[in-house]
């Protein structure tokens, strides 16, 4: 059973930055990592990913704010969330997918208020 724990959310300003960091029980080393959001009252979403080769997509709303990277060795995928405004308030989801396998960690919460 793989586990993943997200970290780093909070309360902050508007134009204010956060990291996120999501750990995984072990090696995340050929696997496709994604980081998803979910604010009230909508559906989960894609905000970014990368897969097992670093290649990086983002949802359309955080292009040029937001950059996720992964350090294999730790088992850590990071989101740097920069610029944040309201609009990105929401619980963080990590997911991990290897194979036909599919993860989520539990989720932090990111309030951006002022």
């Known amino acids: 059973q793989v586990q993943l724990v997200e970290s780093g959310g909070g309360l902050v300003q508007p134009g204010g930055s956060l990291r996120l960091s999501c750990t995984a029980s072990?090696?995340?080393?050929?696997?496709?990592m994604g980081w998803y959001r979910q604010a009230p009252g909508k559906q989960r979403e894609l905000v970014a990913s990368i897969t097992k080769r670093d290649i990086t997509n983002y949802a359309d709303s955080v292009k040029g704010r937001f950059t996720i990277s992964r350090d294999n060795v730790k088992g850590t995928v990071y989101l740097q969330m920069n610029s944040l405004n309201p609009d990105d308030t929401a619980v963080y989801y990590c997911n991990a997918a290897y194979m036909d396998e599919n993860w989520w960690g539990q989720g932090t919460q990111v309030t951006v208020s002022s």
């Open positions: 072990g090696t995340i080393f050929g696997w496709n």
